[in-house]
């Protein structure tokens, strides 16, 4: 009898021993995730609880939500890995051998907008609008609010149109550079338009951190292996196409146009900024809001107590009776008193003591807010349905209609799906508790370092205070300052007095107390700055090194540069960039700097390291950008910059994602530049008999 071959061979297994192999494997995966997540997380509560001295806020919630990102990224990746990734590459593979040029352009558009809209990080953007107010900036509250759907297909949109300019490349061979050299021309051109335009100037930041936002886990292999299968098959005539290199170049910079372009659009029905007050007091601001009533909700939860008294005709009844519907329907409650005492502050700026009294013993009846981060579980799961099914709906009807081809392993792909929906919505809900959470509140504390802050979360409400306890200071210049004393767990402080904060008729003082800066003296602390600084670049060079995707990079650079540019050379090269990218955004923010004034220069650098650069250099550190905005890194540093511009007081906190995708690119092609000229330099010198070739003097 014929023995079966060993690739047929089937082997039957107990049930114990099933489970103790699925077990070792998911244990496997999991520990990779940890890995991962661990290391960027524990540096950023230890700098808050240890170098700033400030408690984690929420930590039961907090290891709640880095849990889910743990096992949601696994299980997303899972999914990926068994699910989606065996359709793309067969698709990349069957694709140019079976259909022509046109469908193939079609099938890469549509790939290209599915999956962004699959992206785990593309949520993130939805969830950033709540920090900015819509009298500083109209056109980027708008995109982040209520056409947030907008502003994903305007990015959608970019990935599809740059996928078919990578098919098409391939197909002609063309070189990368001219691609650079318009798109990058464009870009700047555009910039320079949006910054002198009052509404555009403060999209800037969001459009160019939207190209980081879509090279994430779905996107580039999905793309990758759509481009290798077309560069194998373009390259048969013995043209040199880098290996699918540069898709994600593109993929990185034509949704930065889409985003500015939707913009453009938007900017003719959309006010300029300006005061409160006098936002509200003209017609065109209904545009930014469904309704009447979501827009006074808005005008409660945001503004000063003159301005909501404006929209409500000044008729302070009217106001109390909308805030009294508001206690009718406690989620609608909590989503416009959304911090534990953002209602006793409202409540406090109402003069009538009998009203108070009675919308205090109302609000008592409220139940608490048990959903905090404003997602839900049911939301996650239909977000995570609309991003994956479509997508793989899409890469199934290729498969079967278009190349027919069937899937090997279909029980394998479909079971795929599952986890990779399952894993979205965990790794959504993860973010919502975890990453955002953890980015906001370090970023939130970050500027202690440098400026003096106040922390309402921890006030104080002093009993029988009375005038007589207030005693004045004066300074040599004459100025008078008012404060007393107060006394807490034994210790005794100087608290400065704050008239606002003083309920005279009740005899209450709301101490709020304040720290900072922890580093130097002064308003704004230039020690505390280089401190956090610091902080930002090692947060961006220890981030980045543990990418698992920049690893895989750094091997497949390794052999295309046949040892020229080791793998731990590309990694430290991303790794320093990414780090003096970080650093420089949180500068920008501090500083409130225009991004224009600092993306140019280095953008106009980059075009100058990209004409002296060799074919295989220019692919390599562009795409190099790709890798260091992972699923991780992304809702992290966006989380942060929100908080520290919300500290601040600048108008928006975007930005430091794409210097983190820029700086990297400057790093990467200075260091090809630094390994030609070594070559040609040595190649100099043996050509002239001053030295012997060896293997190992051609590589560094």
Not at 22 to 44: F, H
Not at 101 to 114: D, M, N, P, W
Not at 456 to 475: C, G, H, S, W, Y
Not at 611 to 626: H, M, Q, R, T
Request: hydrophobic content about 50%; proline content about 5%; glycine content about 10%.
């Amino acid at each position: 009898m014929k023995r079966a071959p060993a690739a047929g061979r089937q082997y039957r297994v107990s049930g114990k021993e099933a489970l103790s192999l699925i077990l070792r494997y998911v244990q496997r995966r999991i520990s990779e995730q940890i890995k991962a997540v661990a290391g960027i997380i524990i540096y950023l509560l230890l700098f808050q609880s240890i170098v700033l001295g400030i408690p984690i806020l929420d930590a039961a919630v907090i290891s709640l939500g880095m849990v889910l990102v743990v096992v949601g990224l696994a299980f997303f990746l899972e999914g990926l890995l068994i699910g989606i990734m065996p359709m793309g590459e067969e698709i990349g593979i069957r694709l140019p051998q079976k259909a022509s040029t046109t469908v193939i352009l079609i099938i890469a558009f549509v790939l290209g907008l599915g999956a962004t809209l699959a992206e785990p990080a593309i949520g993130v953007l939805k969830v950033a609008g709540s920090s900015v107010l819509a009298w500083q900036a109209p056109l980027l509250f708008l995109l982040l609010n209520r056409f947030s759907a907008y502003l994903v297909a305007a990015v959608g949109l970019g990935v599809g149109i740059a996928l078919v300019l990578s098919m098409f490349r391939f197909l002609k061979g063309h070189s990368l550079k001219p691609y650079i050299y318009v798109l990058i021309s464009l870009l700047l051109a555009l910039s320079l338009y949006a910054q002198m335009h009052p509404n555009l100037r403060h999209l800037l930041g969001l459009a160019w951190d939207c190209g980081g936002v879509t090279t994430g886990p779905v996107t580039v292999p999905l793309v990758l292996a759509l481009g290798i299968g077309i560069s194998h098959v373009a390259n048969r005539g013995g043209e040199k196409t880098e290996g699918g290199f540069g898709v994600v170049t593109l993929a990185s910079l034509v949704p930065v146009i889409a985003v500015i372009c939707l913009g453009i659009v938007l900017s003719f029905r959309v006010p300029p900024p300006s005061l409160e007050q006098d936002f509200f007091r003209q017609d065109q601001h209904s545009f930014l809001f469904e309704s009447d009533e979501e827009m006074k909700d808005y005008v409660i939860s945001k503004a000063n107590i003159s301005t909501q008294l404006q929209v409500f005709q000044l008729d302070e009844a009217a106001l109390i009776s909308h805030v009294e519907s508001l206690m009718q329907d406690p989620a609608r409650f909590h989503k416009v008193f959304n911090t534990e005492h953002a209602f006793e502050d409202w409540l406090n700026s109402i003069d009538s003591p009998e009203r108070k009294a009675q919308l205090a013993q109302l609000v008592s009846g409220i139940p608490a807010n048990t959903n905090p981060s404003g997602g839900g579980i049911k939301q996650n799961v239909m977000n995570a349905l609309r991003a994956i099914v479509p997508l793989s709906i899409f890469l199934l009807f290729v498969l079967y209609f278009i190349l027919r081809e069937r899937l090997t392993k279909p029980d394998e792909v479909f079971m795929g799906l599952i986890f990779a929906i399952v894993g979205m919505a965990v790794f959504s809900g993860g973010i919502e508790l975890g990453l955002s959470k953890v980015g906001d509140q370090v970023g939130s504390n970050l500027p202690v370092s440098f400026t003096q802050m106040d922390y309402p979360e921890q006030r104080k409400m002093i009993q029988n205070f009375d005038d007589d306890l207030v005693n004045t200071a004066i300074t040599a210049e004459g100025e008078s300052r008012r404060f007393f004393y107060y006394e807490e767990s034994g210790d005794v402080t100087q608290v400065e007095f704050k008239t606002e904060n003083y309920d005279a008729p009740k005899e209450v003082y709301r101490h709020i107390p304040s720290r900072g800066p922890l580093f130097g003296k002064g308003p704004y602390s230039i020690v505390g700055i280089l401190v956090v600084l610091l902080f930002a670049y090692i947060m961006g060079y220890s981030a980045t090194l543990a990418e698992p995707a920049l690893n895989a990079l750094g091997l497949s650079v390794e052999d295309i540069t046949v040892g020229a540019f080791k793998k731990g050379l590309l990694i430290q090269s991303v790794g320093i960039g990414v780090g003096a990218g970080i650093a420089l955004g949180v500068a920008k923010i501090i500083w409130n700097l225009p991004l224009f004034w600092i993306l140019g220069p280095i953008y106009l650098l980059l075009l100058i390291f990209t004409g002296l650069s060799s074919e295989e250099f220019v692919n390599i550190g562009w795409d190099s950008a790709g890798v260091t905005t992972g699923p991780i890194t992304v809702p992290l540093v966006l989380s942060m910059g929100l908080g520290i511009g919300s500290q601040v007081g600048v108008v928006e906190g975007f930005g430091i994602l794409s210097l983190a995708s820029a700086c990297p690119i400057i790093t990467v092609l200075g260091m090809g530049l630094y390994i030609n000229g070594k070559r040609k330099a040595f190649l100099r010198d043996y050509q002239a008999g001053k030295s012997e070739l060896s293997a190992e003097d051609m590589v560094l």
